[in-house]
């Protein structure tokens, strides 16, 4: 199998390339007003807990992960989606949670094994959200 075709697989079973995961995980786009509401919400995707966006009215703003100011104007959609799915898929020491990996987990209660922190479309939507957070010209 030459490379151009392994990478196609790679690309057609879901797989990420080194920008990310290409392909939405829906047919329906991401909402960034929704994406902001699982961003800062506690029962969601709670990001401000160890991330920072300038301007975003929310009570507590961690300093944990990397501030988010701009990112849609530094990394790609599919570099994000990666990156929320699963961090630990490029770096294993990662704390951030793979909010869209369901296996291989520990410590999950039972009524919470084979489900994920968030919903295809919520991914979508932080994606949507952290797209629209682009430097000022």
Do not use: K
């Not at 879901?14 to 909402?31: F, K, Q, R, W, Y």
Request: glycine share 8%.
């Amino acid at each position: 199998m030459t490379l151009l075709a392994t990478w196609l697989v790679i690309l057609a079973a879901g797989a990420s390339s080194d920008d990310g995961l290409p392909a939405p995980l829906t047919d329906v786009p991401g909402d960034a007003r929704a994406g902001e509401a699982v961003f800062v919400a506690r029962e969601a995707g709670h990001c401000i807990t160890c991330h920072q966006v300038a301007g975003l009215e929310a009570a507590f703003q961690g300093n944990v992960g990397p501030e988010l100011t701009g990112i849609g104007s530094r990394r790609s959609a599919a570099y994000l989606r990666d990156r929320i799915m699963d961090p630990t898929r490029l770096n294993p020491d990662a704390t951030m949670p793979g909010y869209y990996r369901s296996r291989d987990l520990r410590q999950v209660p039972p009524s919470a094994r084979g489900t994920t922190l968030l919903t295809a479309q919520q991914i979508e939507d932080v994606v949507a959200y952290l797209m629209s957070l682009e430097d000022a010209p």
